[in-house]
Every structure is written in structure tokens, then in C-alpha cells.
């Protein structure tokens, strides 16, 4: 039967007495899976800040070596393109959370732009994704500021491949963890339900 509301109706109530809201509510993530665009941000955003937090942890490791990484290109290529505009500071804390949004803003475009048109593993789909931003990064934003391909220009090949695994683990820790997090939340959400009938 349906729920109304006045003269608007909700949904269907199933027969767990749960009522289900309808289809234009929700947008499609994947095959099989309805969420609400809110839910997706929520995800994404929990799934990127773990992420971060570990490609940070292996980058600040290679500090302990010490081992340079092709770290801040983006940030140096910006304050060349602002140069005489905007003065972007380059202290470490700033750089810090500068690489945090960065991390964020890509896992909000994994999650509304990628993950549901996207086909096969969750592993697999942040392996492509990898890919595609480390090859910007190397053959575009790392030549700009003059730094060679792949920051060949000033760091060793031990370096480079640091570099690239850190880059390579954000995304695929992003995109295993985003599903896992929805799955979780969509659990918790029908529990909570069941638990108001």
C-alpha cells in the first residue's frame, strides 16, 4: 500500500513494513545500488580522508629515509599560473591541507563522475583512475614547472617509483573503501529502520 501525506505520496510500504522512497529520490552509484546523492558525498568523503591519510603516511616515510618525492607539483604549477595575481603560500601546513582538498575534491569526482558508470572491480577501478591522474601528473603538470617527466629532472628512479606507489594506494584504497562505507551506511540506515516499526 502507499503512505500519504496530505495529497503526496511517499512510497510503497514492503512487507517488512518499511516504506520504500521513490526511484527520484535516489540516483544510481552502481549496478544495483540506489543512493542519495548526500549518502555518495558522505562516503566518498570518509573513503578520501582514510585514503589521504595513508598516501600521507607512506610520502612522510619516504621523509624519514630521506627520500625525495615528487610531492606539490600541482601547488607549484598554480603559483606559477597566479604568479603576480594571487601569493600562494608554501609553508608545510599549508601544503598539508592544500594536499588534503586535492584528495578530497578527487574523491567526490571518483564517487559522482566515475564509480557509477564504471565496470569491474572496485580495485580495477582504482587502478585506472591511478593511472590516468599519475599520467597528468607526469607527462603535464610535473614538465610545466619544470621538473622533467615524472619529476625525472631532480629525483632518483627510487623517488619516482615512491612516488607513484603513495599516488597508486590513495586511489585504490578510495575506491575499495567507498563501496564498503555505502554498504555499511545502507545497513545501518535499514537497522535503524527496523528498529522504529
Given at each position: ?19 520504500a522512497l521513490p526511484s527520484s529520490w535516489s540516483v544510481s552509484a ?98 585506472i583512475y591511478a593511472l590516468a591522474v599519475w599520467l597528468a601528473n ?6 610545466l614547472t619544470g621538473e622533467g617527466v615524472a619529476g625525472s629532472a ?44
Open positions: 500500500m502507499r503512505l500519504k501525506v496530505g495529497t503526496r505520496s511517499l512510497g510503497k510500504m514492503n512487507c517488512n513494513g518499511a516504506t552502481a549496478p544495483g545500488r540506489r543512493v542519495s546523492p548526500f549518502r555518495r558525498a558522505e562516503a566518498a568523503t570518509i573513503a578520501g580522508a582514510f585514503a589521504i591519510m595513508l598516501n600521507s603516511g607512506v610520502l612522510a616515510l619516504a621523509d624519514l629515509i630521506p627520500l625525495q618525492t615528487a610531492r606539490g607539483g600541482l601547488l607549484r604549477l598554480l603559483s606559477a599560473i597566479l604568479d603576480g595575481v594571487v601569493q600562494l603560500p608554501h609553508d608545510r601546513s599549508f601544503q598539508f591541507w592544500f594536499h588534503g582538498l586535492v584528495g578530497l575534491a578527487m574523491a567526490l569526482f571518483y564517487a559522482f563522475a566515475l564509480e557509477p558508470p564504471m565496470r569491474g572491480a572496485p580495485w580495477l577501478k582504482g587502478a607526469a607527462f603535464i603538470v610535473l614538465p631532480h629525483l632518483t628512479v627510487m623517488g619516482m617509483v615512491w612516488f607513484a606507489a603513495a599516488h597508486t594506494l590513495f586511489f585504490v584504497t578510495l575506491a575499495t573503501s567507498y563501496p564498503r562505507i555505502l554498504d555499511g551506511m545502507a545497513r545501518y540506515s535499514r537497522r535503524n529502520q527496523r528498529s522504529h516499526l
